[in-house]
């Protein structure tokens, strides 16, 4: 009787992950170089968003590392969907972060779109 449960634990896992399971995150360093907020609804992107372009050194010096986005609800892409409250504060966060030059780290999801968590550091 273990070994049939242990069995089907494992296939009902197996079947559980297959359709959702997301690539691991990739973490991006660098520099914010631009913040933009919008509440025009996308469908990858959710209903209002917040994008952030990342370069590999401070007022938007160095090489361009990509773009990642704080996504909405009903967004499409793969990642955390944040609230507009909390979508504004990481807004006022990131434009921070690109006048002041504050270095960041970015975890986004596997498919390099939705930032599931952002750390400022001093320089």
């Known amino acids: 009787m273990k070994r049939a ?3 089907v634990a494992a296939v009902m896992m197996s079947v559980g992950f297959s359709s959702t399971a997301l690539a691991a995150p ?3 360093n660098g520099y914010v170089c631009a913040a933009t907020y919008t509440r025009q ?12 372009q990342v370069n590999t050194a401070a007022n938007c010096t ?5 773009t990642y986005y704080y996504l909405g609800a009903s967004a499409s892409s793969a990642g ?3 609230s ?9 966060r990131a434009t921070q972060a690109a006048t002041q030059g504050t270095k960041v ?4 999801e596997g498919a390099g779109v939705g930032i599931l968590d952002t750390t400022y550091r001093g320089n």
């Open 5 to 7: 449960s242990i069995v």
């Open 26 to 28: 990739i973490t991006v």
């Open 41 to 52: 609804p996308n469908a990858f992107y959710g209903q209002g968003y917040v994008f952030v």
């Open 62 to 66: 160095g090489s361009f590392v990509g």
């Open 80 to 82: 955390y969907q944040y």
């Open 84 to 92: 507009e409250a909390e979508r504004l504060g990481l807004f006022e």
């Open 105 to 108: 780290t970015l975890y986004v």
